[in-house]
């Protein structure tokens, strides 16, 4: 499903900052979806931004009104094998739920990490939270695992579900994953446009 055309997909610039924070802090403050307790202000969303764009892809999706929502990969875990692989979300404004705009952000961030050598992503749920487990398995990941009681939030332990995607088939001797900046232009462009 694609993104009307009244709504742009781009690369997150320090800029949506604000615009990010205010879309995460209900999550924050409101809900156990993340275990942060505090919601980031502009300032920490803008260094968050710029220290996983030295690496990994972080999106927005904006109309004319603002933006509609946020995605970004991450680092899975720090020891050296693990580099092919890497932890994503995706977070909405109210707005934008059930409208395919979580799905083309996914899907546009999958098609950028294939281009950098990734192999597979993984997703954490705070359980129970049917609408993100049914977004993540309608994009083919498949469960890992439950971390029992792993949060406490809100004066109750929260389970975490843990969903895979393969993003494309493991290499027999994997070349080193580029950072996004390392990737050619064209190649940004296409895999933006592929998704």
Do not use: C
């Not at 030295?54 to 509609?68: I, N, S, T």
């Not at 059930?98 to 950098?116: D, E, H, K, N």
């Not at 809100?154 to 001797?173: S, T």
């Amino acid at each position: 499903m694609s993104v009307p055309a009244a709504h742009t997909i781009r690369l997150a610039t320090a800029a949506d900052a604000a615009a990010v924070a205010a879309i995460y802090a209900p999550y924050v403050r409101d809900t156990a979806i993340s275990f942060e307790t505090e919601p980031p202000d502009p300032a920490e969303m803008a260094r968050r931004i710029g220290s996983v764009g030295e690496r990994y892809p972080w999106l927005v999706a904006a109309d004319a009104a603002g933006l509609l929502g946020y995605v970004y990969a991450g680092e899975h875990r720090v020891r050296a094998a693990y580099r092919w692989d890497a932890d994503v979300a995706v977070y909405l404004d109210p707005r934008a739920h059930r409208r395919g705009i979580g799905s083309t952000l996914y899907r546009r961030l999958f098609a950028l990490l294939r281009a950098q050598g990734y192999v597979n992503a993984y997703a954490g749920i705070a359980l129970p939270n049917a609408a993100s487990v049914g977004l993540h398995q309608a994009l083919g990941f498949q469960p890992v695992g439950v971390y029992r009681e792993v949060g406490y939030k809100h004066g109750a332990w929260h389970d975490v579900g843990w969903w895979g995607l393969r993003l494309q088939p493991a290499p027999a001797r994997p070349a080193e994953p580029v950072p996004l900046p390392g990737l050619d232009r064209a190649v940004i462009a296409r895999a933006m446009a592929a998704a």
